[in-house]
């Protein structure tokens, strides 16, 4: 039988594969970055809460350092969660692709010996 049709399902499924793949590396560097603001921003919060209580910096700028901190933590958060949508996307692709083998096997004929299939 002609299987154009599922070998073309099947190079696009592929094609997913890969760009899903792309997109965890992607995602993965994204959330190394995050992480990093994240340290730095927590840093900050830890000094400045230390410089408040000696009296060497204002309430304003502990207040500044809280907000870039929290807004640090829920990027970060929705980094990972970018993260595992790719995942998952990688995973629907593969298992695409793996139903579109199976269909083009079963679509393969093969007959048990040589001769006219009528």
Do not use: C, Y
């Amino acid at each position: 039988m002609d299987t154009r049709d599922i070998e073309a399902q099947l190079n696009g499924a592929n094609a997913q594969i890969r760009q899903a793949g792309k997109a965890i590396d992607e995602a993965r560097h994204n959330v190394i970055q995050l992480e990093t603001l994240e340290k730095l921003s927590q840093q900050e919060f830890e000094r400045t809460q230390n410089l408040v209580k000696q009296g060497w910096a204002t309430h304003e700028l502990f207040d500044q350092r809280t907000q870039q901190l929290n807004a640090a933590r829920a990027a970060l958060r929705a980094g990972q969660f970018r993260l595992q949508e790719a995942q998952h996307a990688f995973e629907a692709a593969t298992h695409n692709a793996g139903l579109l083998k199976i269909n083009m096997a079963d679509n393969t004929l093969a007959a048990p010996r040589e001769g006219r299939i009528q």
